[in-house]
Nanobody
Framework: QVQLVESGGGLVQPGGSLRLSCAAS????????MAWYRQAPGKQRELVAA???????NYADSVKGRFTISRDNAKNTVYMKLDNLKPEDTAGYYC??????????????????WGRGTQVTVSS
């Protein structure tokens, strides 16, 4: 089984920065795409940024130029640097990874796994 654990959230003033981390662990054969989502109270969960195993990235329009996603494949970890934070960025931030699990009889089909989230609050 796979676990994703996020860290790095917190309270920050508008214009400030945070760096989020998400480490995957378990019986991982390989990880394809990794992504960050966010969900504010009363809102749908939305994709913020995604990165492929080869390093290609895409971002939601609302965060382009402010957020940067990256990954360290050796550590099974994805990061996201959040710069110039705005109050509307306040949300729970969740990591997702598309994982092939290493089993006793071989790898599984790719499946999405979720972390439990880390809270980002932007307020003065």
């Amino acid at each position: 089984q796979v676990q994703l654990v996020e860290s790095g959230g917190g309270l920050v003033q508008p214009g400030g920065s945070l760096r989020l981390s998400c480490a995957a662990s378990g019986s991982i054969f390989s990880i394809a795409d990794m992504a960050w989502y966010r969900q504010a109270p009363g809102k749908q969960r939305e994709l913020v940024a995604a990165i492929t195993s080869g390093g290609s990235t895409n971002y939601a329009d609302s965060v382009k130029g402010r957020f940067t996603i990256s990954r360290d494949n050796a550590k099974n970890t994805v990061y996201m640097k959040l710069d110039n934070l705005k109050p509307e960025d306040t949300a729970g931030y969740y990591c997702k990874a598309a994982v092939m699990v290493d089993t006793v009889v071989g790898r599984t089909p790719v499946r999405g796994y979720w972390g439990r989230g880390t809270q980002v609050t932007v307020s003065s």
